[in-house]
């Protein structure tokens, strides 16, 4: 007795409504979303963490390093000259405008 052939592919059963909104839609070739709005919301739901937090590199910004046993910090210099150890990454940012200090964006932005 042959064995029945199963489909590759069983898109009617398989996708059965929108992965956004749930509703039921005409599918056009193998489509999830019934709408480019349901896409664009669905895309945003699963990126939201990452537009949410602020960029690691700018290209205008420098990077903050912190010497890790004199614990002052540095612009753009990976290794203290006074303890000749590496520094560890803040995060991005630059000199404050009014004391010149080195001054980081998770300073500015954290609670």
Partial sequence: MPEPQTP?????????????CGSAFDRRGR?????S??????WRWQ???????PPKTH???????ECTSCDTRYVDVRRCPE????????????HCPSC?????IS???EP
């Fill in 83 to 94: 303890c000749n150890l590496f520094n560890r990454r803040v995060s991005p940012g630059g």
């Fill in 8 to 20: 590759w592919r069983n898109d009617g059963v398989t996708i059965a409504a929108c992965a956004a």
């Fill in 47 to 53: 990126h939201k963490a990452e537009l949410a937090a």
């Fill in 100 to 104: 010149d200090e080195p001054v980081a």
């Fill in 37 to 42: 709005a349901c896409r664009q919301a669905a």
């Fill in 59 to 65: 290209p205008t910004l420098s990077v903050i390093y």
């Fill in 31 to 35: 489509g999830r979303f019934c709408s």
């Fill in 107 to 109: 300073d500015l932005t």
